[in-house]
Every structure is written in structure tokens, then in C-alpha cells.
């Protein structure tokens, strides 16, 4: 089957494809024509490398991610798992919200005990399909023990849920429960999240 472009971002563009017979979801970093050539390859290089591994150890974390089926160093490409199910930023409701909440702290705790850092911690980026989560786009994640770090991606996704969800926050107190009780110093975290949001209030 031709490739079919499903969304083009900064920095990078998601089509459908196909692998050996399966639909795929294909990954591809972008040129940037403002960069030097070898440059530029050098960090598409250098982010499809990285974003590969972090699926891969997340995955080892138990954390669901995309399985890889294969990495094209020519073209900066990850070529995945199309994952099936609806985006949580979707699918949350009154009914799951405390339930889905619980379970998406349990992810980031796993991500965050490994050192792994999300980068773009959104319901966009997590895919619900039954009791199965799927964390996606792992395009701006990096390794990092930092409270600092790990804060920074928890505030991402409470103001994706203060933006989004505003009906729902109230869940978010049992996902900060939740993550506290198996986050390796998850209570400092979320102090940590707190001064943050004072540090941008004062500002």
C-alpha cells in the first residue's frame, strides 16, 4: 500500500504504511533546510536513535509502548506498531476518570523510577483500548534522574488536564496519590511541581 500522510509536525511527519504485510505507523524526521546538512543528520540521527531506545526501555519498565518494527538510519525513520484504540484525551469520562487517572500514574511512575522522561506528557499521547494504555511519541523524551525533569513532565500533564479536562480534575488528586505511593520520591516531585507554578505565578 502507498504511504499516506496522517499528521506532519515540526519535526517530524507520521504516515501510514505498510511492513511485511502489516499496517504500520512510520515515524520520519524532517530535514531542516535553516541547518547544515551534516549537521541536521546528525541530529535526526541522533533523536531517532534516542526515541527508539526510549521505546524500547520503557517497554522493559512494563510500560506499554509501540513495539518497533524496524529503524532506518538512511531515511530517520521508526517504522511501529499501529496501535488501535482511542486517544485518552477522548476517551475520559466521568465514569473512568478516577480509574484511567490511577493507571496513567502507575505508567509515569515506572517511566520516571528508570530515569525515563516523557517529554510531551499529554492524553494525546496515550492510547486507550480496553484496560490496555499505550504510551506514544516518545520524540521529546530524554534520560534523567532530576526531581526538576520529572516534575516538569507531570506539570505537562496536569495543564493538559486543567486546559482539557477542567470538568474532570478532580481525578487528578488520586493520580497524584497514586503516583506518590509508587514513584521513587514521588512526594518531592510533587512538591517540586508545586514550586514550579509558583516560580511561573511570580514570574
Same mark, same amino acid.
Given at each position: 500500500?502507498? #504511504?499516506? &500522510? $496522517?499528521?506532519?509536525?515540526?519535526?517530524?511527519? $507520521?504516515? $501510514?504504511?505498510?511492513?511485511?504485510?502489516?499496517?504500520?505507523?512510520?515515524?520520519?524526521?524532517?530535514?531542516? =533546510?535553516?541547518?547544515?546538512?551534516? $549537521?541536521?543528520?546528525?541530529?535526526?540521527?541522533?533523536?531517532?536513535?534516542?526515541?527508539?531506545?526510549? &521505546?524500547?526501555?520503557?517497554?522493559?519498565?512494563?510500560?506499554?509502548?509501540?513495539?518497533?518494527?524496524?529503524?532506518?538510519?538512511?531515511?530517520? #525513520?521508526?517504522?511501529?506498531?499501529?496501535?488501535?484504540?482511542?486517544?485518552?484525551? =477522548?476517551?475520559?469520562?466521568?465514569?473512568?476518570?478516577?480509574?484511567?487517572?490511577?493507571?496513567?500514574?502507575?505508567?509515569?511512575?515506572?517511566?520516571?523510577?528508570?530515569?525515563?522522561?516523557?517529554?510531551?506528557?499529554?492524553?494525546?499521547? *496515550?492510547?486507550?483500548?480496553?484496560? =490496555?494504555?499505550?504510551?506514544? +511519541?516518545?520524540? &521529546?523524551?530524554?534520560?534523567? #534522574?532530576?526531581?526538576? =525533569?520529572?516534575?516538569?513532565?507531570?506539570?505537562?500533564?496536569?495543564?493538559?488536564?486543567?486546559?482539557?479536562?477542567?470538568?474532570?480534575?478532580?481525578?487528578?488528586?488520586?493520580?497524584?496519590?497514586?503516583? *506518590?505511593?509508587?514513584?521513587? +520520591?514521588?512526594?518531592? *516531585?510533587?512538591?517540586? *511541581?508545586?514550586?514550579?507554578?509558583?516560580?511561573?505565578?511570580?514570574?
Amino acid at each position: 500500500m502507498p #504511504e499516506t &500522510l $496522517l499528521r506532519r509536525g515540526a519535526e517530524a511527519e $507520521l504516515l $501510514l504504511s505498510e511492513y511485511l504485510g502489516e499496517k504500520v505507523l512510520v515515524k520520519r524526521r524532517i530535514a531542516k =533546510d535553516y541547518r547544515v546538512k551534516e $549537521l541536521d543528520e546528525r541530529i535526526r540521527k541522533e533523536r531517532t536513535k534516542l526515541e527508539a531506545g526510549l &521505546l524500547h526501555n520503557a517497554k522493559l519498565q512494563g510500560v506499554r509502548t509501540p513495539f518497533i518494527r524496524k529503524i532506518g538510519r538512511k531515511n530517520f #525513520e521508526i517504522v511501529m506498531e499501529l496501535v488501535e484504540g482511542k486517544r485518552l484525551k =477522548d476517551a475520559l469520562d466521568e465514569r473512568n476518570s478516577g480509574k484511567y487517572c490511577k493507571k496513567l500514574a502507575e505508567q509515569i511512575a515506572l517511566l520516571h523510577n528508570a530515569g525515563i522522561i516523557h517529554g510531551d506528557l499529554t492524553t494525546s499521547n *496515550v492510547i486507550v483500548n480496553g484496560r =490496555d494504555f499505550c504510551l506514544i +511519541d516518545f520524540g &521529546l523524551g530524554f534520560y534523567s #534522574e532530576k526531581i526538576e =525533569d520529572r516534575a516538569v513532565d507531570l506539570l505537562n500533564l496536569k495543564k493538559t488536564f486543567q486546559a482539557t479536562h477542567f470538568k474532570l480534575f478532580k481525578a487528578w488528586g488520586g493520580l497524584e496519590l497514586e503516583y *506518590v505511593k509508587k514513584a521513587k +520520591d514521588g512526594a518531592r *516531585v510533587l512538591s517540586q *511541581v508545586k514550586e514550579i507554578e509558583k516560580r511561573a505565578r511570580y514570574s
